[in-house]
């Protein structure tokens, strides 16, 4: 099947803003609707759209499966940590040990606003693999 042109120009002028919007859902998550998991579905999302767009193969070039992976783990220790700074600070596991700001601005949710950030590279590099896993070997196991 061949990639039309004009999808790929009108994928490739959109993908800056959806991960643009992918990451101020991700850090207004605290403030309004939003929030990690579904700035990381957007994040995800417009790695596949690029992937739809101009071909697994190619996108599989810039993006290796494997680094996705090594996010994803690394990600997820990176949570674990940030969880035993709180009990580390005298308090318990996630204790928000940063201080708050001024209420209704980016870092008035204390350490919040970082752990959205983390719960949607995780959920980004998730989705992003899964989807190249489930297209590389489409049920030929």
């Known amino acids: 099947m061949k990639n039309s042109s004009i999808i790929k120009t009108i994928s490739q002028k959109l ?9 101020y859902l991700i850090l207004h998550g605290h403030l309004s609707p939003g929030g990690g998991f579904q700035g990381g579905v957007v994040l995800g999302t417009a790695v596949i759209l690029l992937s739809l767009s101009y071909g697994i193969e190619e996108t599989e070039r810039k993006i290796k499966i494997k680094y996705l992976s090594i996010l994803e783990e690394s990600v997820i220790l990176f949570f ?37 950030l983390i719960i949607g590279m995780k959920v980004a590099a998730g989705i992003s693999g899964i989807f ?7 049920g030929e196991i």
Do not use: C, D, E
């Not at 993908?15 to 990451?23: A, E, K």
């Not at 035993?84 to 601005?105: D, M, V």
């Not at 204390?110 to 752990?115: C, D, I, N, Q, S």
């Open 80 to 116: 674990i940590f940030l969880g035993f700074l709180g009990i580390l600070t005298g308090g318990f596991f996630l204790k928000n040990f940063l201080p708050l700001g001024q209420a209704g601005g980016i870092l008035s949710g204390g350490f919040l606003p970082l752990l959205n």
């Open 132 to 138: 190249f896993i489930l297209f590389k070997y489409r």
């Open 15 to 23: 993908f800056p803003f959806i991960m643009l919007f992918g990451v």
